[in-house]
């Protein structure tokens, strides 16, 4: 499966913005989907993720309450809507798939999309 994020840029703290994330292949539907960032001079960590059925969803603490992650999978999309953006939210942002764990809590990719790049400004 090849992935493609889409929707970063730059937001006022405070503010919201929805990332996109396409997906090619017939079996999206049956993956697990997430995404990561990468902070400047950080390690890549886990933001959330959401169930093949889009029924379950699975966040990092740091996000909970202000990120939703949702899926189409009539479309091949998946999403991320941040809300209340930080600061410390500044991040290349990465789709990612797990296509053998099959659990959110589990979530461990093994197909990864290029970054977008969120700024959020103080």
């Known amino acids: 499966v090849q992935l493609q994020a889409s929707g970063g840029g730059l937001v006022q703290a405070g503010g919201s913005l929805r990332l996109s994330c396409a997906a090619s292949g017939r079996t999206f539907s049956s993956y697990v989907m997430g995404w990561f960032r990468q902070a400047p001079g950080k390690e890549r960590e886990f933001v959330g993720a959401?169930?093949?059925?889009?029924?379950?969803?699975y966040y990092a603490d740091s996000v909970k309450g202000r990120f939703t992650i949702s899926r189409d999978n009539a479309k091949n999309m998946v999403y991320l809507q941040m809300n209340s953006l930080k600061p410390e939210d500044t991040a290349v942002y990465y789709c990612?798939?797990?296509?053998?764990?099959?659990?959110?809590?589990?979530?461990?990719?093994?197909?990864w999309g290029k970054g977008t790049l969120v700024t959020v400004s103080s």
């Open positions: 990612a798939a797990d296509s053998l764990i099959g659990t959110v809590a589990g979530f461990t990719p093994d197909y």
């Open positions: 959401i169930s093949w059925s889009g029924g379950s969803t």
